[in-house]
């Protein structure tokens, strides 16, 4: 009985599927890797809203002091993310992903808080640079409003669809050229 021999050209045929194959599933890929990571850091910017609202229960002024807000500030574990040591007031402050990339400062993100003069309002951003699609998230307080601004078109792209997949989570509503988080009540509405 005669073997059959597998030819160059079935192999071509057969690698050039595989490669098909993995070419249409890369961006989907990264997509939901980026997703998982400005999710993570979304999830800190509410954090950091929210200590610094229990900051101004406490001192009736918000504050750009990493560490005053330090004790506000939930632990997190190492799967949503590491924040580095608490830097001095109006400094940036960076949060990467394992222990690893934090001592590295590399891949994760760079937050800052910025406050109005009288202090009686500000936001925290989260810029994201050294990716494809770079981006800045900010949440505002004490009026909770998200926002995205990417750079480039491969950021405009990202802020676009991570917006749209955040929606159901926010809660939000359109106001009259707003985006605000609604407050919904259980079953009130009948």
């Given amino acids: 009985m005669k073997k059959k021999k597998f030819s160059w050209k079935s192999f071509s045929i057969l ?3 595989v490669l098909l194959l993995a070419a249409a599933a890369a961006p989907h ?3 939901t890797l980026e997703r ?3 999710g993570a850091a979304e999830a800190a910017l509410v954090n950091i809203a929210a200590a610094e609202n229990l900051y101004f229960i406490n001192h009736k002024i918000y504050t750009r002091d990493w560490k005053a ?3 506000y500030i939930p632990e997190t574990g190492e799967m949503q993310g590491i924040f580095a040591p ?3 007031p109006g400094e940036e402050r960076f949060f990467s992903f394992s222990q690893e990339a934090l001592l590295r400062a590399e891949d994760g993100f760079s937050f800052g808080i ?3 003069q009288d202090g009686k309002e500000g936001k925290v951003y989260a810029v994201r640079a050294g990716c494809p699609a770079g981006y800045t998230l900010s949440e505002a307080f004490p009026q909770p409003v998200f926002a995205c601004d990417g750079d480039g078109m491969a950021g405009k792209w990202f802020c676009n669809k991570f917006t749209k997949y955040l929606e159901p989570f926010l809660m939000r509503k359109n106001s009259v050229g707003t985006n605000e988080r609604a407050v919904v009540s259980a079953g009130l509405d009948k």
């Fill in 29 to 31: 890929y990264v997509w």
């Fill in 15 to 17: 690698l050039g599927i």
């Fill in 69 to 71: 807000l330090e004790r």
């Fill in 114 to 116: 910025e406050i109005s």
């Fill in 86 to 88: 608490a830097g001095e």
């Fill in 36 to 38: 998982s990571r400005a």
